[in-house]
């Protein structure tokens, strides 16, 4: 089985579902991709065809996916895609799918919060929430430093830099 590398934007179809798998857990969900044309004639965006395609998303790209994704989100979809086969009643049978290493929200479409996941969460645990600031929920950065850097700006800590 070979797999190509693809980026795919679309809409979730139907609500991620998360399960255990082989040595890890995976997120699946259905992704359809529109495509988008004016039409010379009129000058008009009309809507081509659509594909539709299994995405994967293992361990903790597949937790954060079955946490942040819903049904009928606008996403962007990072991965490799290939066919899967298998037999169903002595029937072979295939599937497309893409196993995904990056699922975003597609920005252009909405706004979206993000929040962090902390990689070592012995180090990285929440601390207590600073009630006056709406923005702090005591999440902290991996060094144990707060994420929000405002006290650590207003006392000049900080250097601006281009992003």
Do not use: C
């Not at 929200?105 to 706004?111: A, E, N, P």
């Amino acid at each position: 089985m070979s797999s190509i590398p693809v980026t795919v934007i679309g809409n979730v179809v139907d609500s991620p579902v998360r399960r255990r798998a082989g040595n890890g857990e995976v997120t699946k969900f259905r992704l359809a991709s529109t495509e988008r044309r004016v039409d010379a004639a009129t000058g008009q965006w009309v809507d081509g065809d659509t594909f539709y395609v299994d995405v994967d998303a293992w361990n903790t790209l597949g937790g954060n996916v079955s946490a942040g994704v819903v049904k009928g989100d606008p996403v962007v979809v990072i991965g490799r895609i290939s066919t899967s086969e298998y037999e169903v009643d002595g029937a072979k049978r295939s599937r497309t799918v893409i196993k995904a290493s990056l699922v975003g929200h597609d920005l252009s479409r909405g706004s979206a919060t993000f929040k962090r996941t902390p990689r070592n969460p012995e180090v990285a645990a929440p601390g207590p929430a600073d009630p006056s600031n709406p923005l702090d929920d005591g999440a902290t950065l991996d060094d144990g430093a707060p994420l929000d850097d405002r006290a650590a700006a207003e006392a000049g800590d900080l250097v601006d830099a281009p992003f």
